[in-house]
């Protein structure tokens, strides 16, 4: 069984560019994880999707926004990037009635 | 506010015991979690406690939940240089969201 898979592996940008990443969770998990691991600022908690909807958010600015779609694979978008966004961005899966997130092998962000 | 903490390094020899350990501060906190990160990858569940619970084995690892302290540990026996990495603790809020501690960065030297 193929577990949460990530693309692009790695993604260069500039400053004022916008990101898109992309999330497939595990087959038959309905909720999708976004957290960010930035240097030196650990594993901080982004957004949560569900069921096509955004259940919860961390405290991030609004230029951190995303979706999740019917196959509920998910999409993170990143606008107006600054240099402090470089970092690696984690999406995780679950069964919303199970407590456990799996974890892809993220996407790191580079903005220059 | 939501705080997990863990020392930052840990060095052991191959075949000792490793244990590392972890303080939250969210009593309503259902499940704790560790998760193993090696260089340049995501995160890889080992295990994972529920808050009733006081100990949990599985193979090599276990698990030590002190309630009252809010203190979670794991430990490693018969540790082998494959488990060097960062290792997380996290606590599950009832919000759904997972908060990490800092990392340990566990050094295995032969």
């Known amino acids: 069984e193929a577990g949460v898979t990530q693309s692009p592996t790695h993604l260069i940008k500039t400053r004022g560019q916008q990101a898109t990443l992309r999330c497939s969770p595990i087959?038959?998990?309905?909720?999708v994880y976004w957290y960010q691991q930035a240097l030196g600022l650990g594993l901080q908690f982004l957004l949560w999707?569900?069921?096509?909807?955004?259940?919860n958010r961390g405290n991030f600015p609004p230029r951190f926004s995303g979706r999740q779609f019917p196959n509920y694979s998910s999409e993170l978008n990143v606008n107006a990037l600054e240099l402090e966004d470089s970092a690696l961005y984690l999406c995780a899966s679950s069964w919303v009635t199970e407590n456990i997130q799996y974890f892809g092998a993220g996407t790191r962000l580079s903005v220059l | 506010g939501e705080d997990v903490e863990q020392s930052l390094f840990l060095s052991v020899r191959e075949g000792d015991s490793s244990v590392i350990n972890c303080t939250y501060t969210d009593s309503s906190s259902t499940y704790l979690y560790w998760y193993k990160q090696e260089p340049g990858a995501g995160l890889q569940l080992l295990t994972y406690i529920f808050s009733n619970m006081d100990m949990k084995q599985d193979q090599r690892l276990t698990v030590l939940l002190n309630k009252k302290d809010k203190h979670l540990s794991l430990r490693i026996a018969d540790t082998q240089t494959g488990d060097s990495a960062i290792y997380f603790c996290a606590e599950r809020e009832d919000t759904d969201k997972l908060i990490f501690g800092t990392g340990t960065r566990l050094q295995v030297f032969p």
């Open positions: 087959s038959g998990h309905t909720s």
């Open positions: 999707y569900d069921e096509g909807e955004e259940r």
